[in-house]
């Protein structure tokens, strides 16, 4: 289904939605592995250190973490 917007054509609207869960973080692996070596002695019932992520809205820190906690801490 096609939806127009502005004059453009949108083939699927999904994706742009807030909500959308992306399926794969482009050019964040080194964030990526940095906030999971952090977090990885939780996989073994330890305590882990306090992490404050910080950044303009809309950069993906949620997303990031989201992706981590769903791959790393299932």
Same mark, same amino acid.
């Given at each position: ?5 502005? =004059? ?10 807030? *909500?959308?869960?992306?399926? &794969?973080?482009?050019? &964040?692996?080194?964030? &990526? ?8 002695? *939780? ?5 882990? &250190?306090?992490?404050?992520?910080? =950044?303009?809205? =809309?950069? =993906? ?14």
């Amino acid at each position: 289904m096609y939806e127009e917007y502005e =004059g453009m054509i949108i083939h699927n609207v999904e994706p742009l939605e807030e *909500a959308f869960p992306p399926t &794969r973080l482009w050019h &964040r692996d080194g964030q &990526r592995d940095e906030i999971a070596f952090y977090l990885k002695p *939780a996989l073994k019932s330890k305590p882990i &250190r306090n992490l404050y992520l910080h =950044g303009p809205p =809309g950069t =993906g820190k949620t997303a990031l973490i989201k992706y981590i906690l769903e791959n790393y801490f299932q």
